[in-house]
């Protein structure tokens, strides 16, 4: 028993030596440059679509390797990267890398490889293959295919051979069509998949096969889109045609349509998309009662018993007009951003027309939720609304009456003007730390139309009181 007590001691301390040993001894190397000793792609032409063959070999005699960088540049964007393990003194292997058919590839462009090579001591060793030629595929057309039923297909011309500019003229689209853009079309001048497709990839244009989607052109300021211009280099596309003439007279009933689909709650009203001019006047009919309670201030000047000048700038706004309110909202496109538009969201505002009413709480649904308010002049802008704010006897909270400028219109997190820093004119309060919201207190009494001005310039927000 002694015996094997004497071994088991012994075995327990030649543990606790080794344990030691590993956990203190910190292995080093004398300072060495690890050498790239091959490096090799196989092609020294490619078309753009096909792979390169890079062959690699390392070596360090001294410190073990660690890491390979490989990047595959072409026009100075990365199309490939891979960080690859090279362990021991030695490392080689070959690697397939695909340069693809994008937006901004010129022919004859170079395909540089960038390799960074590092040892276990973080030596690193640079080298840059450069022996590749890529190629922009042979297309010798390009032809536009509307979607089915959507329009006739149309064979693009080359109208500018340097910035490859294909252009087709004489068409007769409608003002909104989806498409695609092919290099063969069929007997039935339909798309031959056998060439390169282009469609909808991501947020731009790219190529596509089969079951890839549809390009979408839209201009509701022509009268139809009668011009298609594709940039084959850049991958972009545009539009073209006869220009909308500005609406001289509006029928409110007649010429919008019920219950507009851009709206969520599309009850009671009726809506479109209308052409304005800057200063065009404007002859409305369905409109009853007095012009200037019936229309938005921010956009009307009334000139007449039934006419009024438009003060926005020349485009395509969407006209909602609310049938049992009898008031024309006027906005500018949903996907219209800042600083073209700032979008009021919140409580207790409301149009600034008889009978008056206040919003109860933060929505997007329909123009009785939110308001724009139109740039003025650059930095400035102006929104017109009926504000309400209940009182309390608690006059150390903030009352009903509480909005917000955002950049969108809907909720779109980190984008909106917070007024914390702003010199906001009393009773009105851009107080810090309550989300860049305008506000009053609770006891602040609040009843009648104000005309707001924001100056993001100056950071300012004052009101004329209207009644």
Same mark, same amino acid.
């Given at each position: 028993?002694k015996?094997?007590n004497?071994?088991l001691?012994?075995i /327990?301390?030649l543990i606790?030596?080794?344990?030691c040993?590993?956990?203190?001894? @910190?292995?080093?190397y004398? $300072?060495?440059i690890?050498?790239i &000793?091959t490096?090799?792609?196989t092609?020294? =032409?490619?078309t753009? *679509? ?5 062959k690699?070999?390392? /070596? ?6 660690s890491?390979?960088?490989i990047?595959v540049?072409?026009?100075?964007d990365i199309?490939?990267?891979?960080t690859?393990?090279?362990k021991?003194?030695q490392? /080689?292997f070959?690697?397939a890398?695909?340069?693809p058919f994008v937006?901004?590839?010129p022919d004859?462009a ?7 090579l590092?040892n276990v001591?973080?030596?690193e060793k640079d080298s840059i293959?450069n022996?590749t030629?890529?190629k922009r595929?042979i297309i010798t ?10 329009g006739?297909?149309s064979k ?6 340097d910035s490859?500019? #294909?252009t ?7 003002? $909104?069509?989806s498409y695609k853009?092919a290099?063969?079309i069929n007997?039935?001048?339909?798309i031959d998949?056998?060439?390169? +497709?282009?469609g ?11 079951t890839?989607e549809?390009?979408?052109a839209? &201009?509701? !300021?022509?009268?139809g889109?009668s011009?298609f211009?594709?940039d084959?280099?850049?991958f972009?596309?545009k539009?073209? *045609?006869k220009?909308?003439?500005? +609406?001289t007279t509006?029928?409110?009933i007649a010429?919008?349509s019920?219950n507009?689909?851009t709206?969520?709650?599309?009850t ?5 998309? +209308?052409y304005f *001019?800057e200063?065009v006047?404007? !002859?409305f009919t369905?409109? !009853?009662?007095?012009?200037?309670n019936?229309?938005?201030?921010d956009?009307?000047e009334v000139?007449?018993?039934n %006419?009024?000048?438009f003060l926005? %700038?020349?485009?395509l #706004?969407k006209?909602y007009y609310?049938?049992t309110?009898?008031f024309?909202?006027i906005?500018p496109?949903?996907? =219209?951003l #800042?600083?073209?538009v700032l979008?009021v969201c919140g409580?207790g505002y409301?149009r600034?027309s008889?009978?008056y009413?206040?919003t109860? /709480?933060?929505?997007?649904n329909?123009p009785?939720d939110y308001?724009p ?7 400035v802008y102006q @929104?017109?609304?009926?504000c309400?704010?209940?009182? $309390?006897t ?5 009352? $009903? ?7 969108k219109?809907g909720?779109?997190d980190g984008?909106e003007?917070?007024?914390d820093?702003y010199? @906001?004119q009393?009773?009105?309060?851009g107080?810090?730390?309550?989300g ?12 009648g139309v104000?005309?707001?001005t924001?100056n993001?310039n100056?950071? =300012?927000?004052?009101?004329e %009181?209207?009644?």
């Open positions: 028993m015996i094997i004497k071994y001691a012994i /327990s301390l606790g030596v080794f344990s040993t590993n956990e203190d001894i @910190v292995v080093t004398p $300072s060495s690890p050498q &000793d490096a090799k792609v092609e020294t =032409t490619i753009y *679509g096909d792979s390169i063959h890079l690699i070999a390392t /070596s360090d005699k001294i410190a073990p390797l890491t390979i960088l990047r540049v072409v026009n100075n199309v490939a990267s891979e690859v393990r090279t021991g003194n490392s /080689s070959t690697r890398y695909h340069v937006a901004n590839r004859n170079a395909v540089k490889v960038y390799l960074t590092t001591s973080g030596i293959v022996s030629i890529a595929p057309n390009f032809y536009l295919v509307p979607d089915f039923g959507q006739a297909t693009l011309t080359l109208v500018n051979a490859l500019i #294909y087709a003229t004489g068409l007769l689209l409608s003002t $909104s069509f853009i290099t063969k007997a039935f001048k339909r998949w056998t060439g390169l +497709v282009f909808k990839v991501g947020d731009g244009i790219g190529l596509i096969n089969q890839g549809s390009l979408n839209s &201009d509701g !300021t022509l009268v889109i011009i211009t594709f084959a280099l850049q972009k596309t539009v073209g *045609g220009l909308l003439e500005p +609406v509006l029928d409110v010429d919008l019920a507009p689909v709206l969520n709650d599309n009671g009203f009726r809506g479109g998309d +209308v *001019g200063n006047e404007v !002859t369905g409109i !009853t009662g007095n012009l200037a019936q229309i938005s201030p956009y009307f000139t007449g018993a %006419k009024a000048k926005g %700038k020349t485009g #706004y006209a609310h049938t309110g009898n024309l909202y906005d496109q949903p996907e =219209t #800042y600083p073209e979008w409580t409301g600034p008889s009978p009413g206040s109860a /709480s933060w929505n997007w329909s009785m308001y308010a139109r740039l003025v002049s650059p930095g @929104v017109t609304m009926y309400k704010n209940e009182p $309390s608690n006059t150390n909270i903030y009352g $009903s009456l509480d909005f917000k400028f955002f950049h219109r909720w779109w984008h003007t917070w007024v820093d010199t @906001v009393e009773p009105f309060l107080p810090t730390g309550v860049g919201n305008i506000k009053v207190l609770s006891a602040t009494v609040v009843d104000y005309k707001f924001l993001t100056s950071k =300012t927000l004052t009101y %009181k209207l009644n």
